[in-house]
């Protein structure tokens, strides 16, 4: 099993930025893979951003140049540093895990980021 816990997120003005970070417990020995993924309401979770355990990066489009995700394998912890946020980005982001042991995705309980004026 694998535990993970997020922080950050909240509201932002458009144009602002917003740090997420989210440690993981756990087997954290059998994480390949860490990403963010988003829900926005009446809409799919979809993937914002993922990082592998090598440091091999992969974003969605619409947030290519604008977020970066990075990872500390000594800390177990995955962040995403959020600029140039606009109202669009506002959705309940999520932390994930892969577990290959398993083939298992592990999950955050998600945080809420906003962006309004």
């Known amino acids: 099993q694998v535990q993970l816990v997020e922080s950050g997120g909240g509201l932002a003005q458009p144009g602002g930025s917003l740090n997420l970070s989210c440690v993981a417990s756990?087997?954290?020995?059998?994480?390949?893979?860490m990403g963010w993924y988003r829900q926005a309401p009446g809409k799919q979770r979809e993937l914002v951003a993922a990082?592998?355990?090598?440091?091999?990066?992969n974003y969605a489009d619409s947030v290519k140049g604008r977020f970066t995700i990075s990872r500390d394998n000594a800390q177990n912890t995955v962040s995403l540093q959020m600029n140039s946020l606009k109202p669009d980005d506002k959705a309940v982001y999520y932390c994930?895990?892969?577990?290959?042991?398993?083939?298992?995705?592990?999950w955050g309980q998600g945080t809420q980021v906003t962006v309004s004026s």
């Open positions: 994930s895990a892969y577990d290959v042991a398993v083939h298992t995705e592990y």
């Open positions: 756990g087997a954290i020995f059998r994480i390949v893979s």
């Open positions: 990082i592998t355990r090598g440091g091999t990066t």
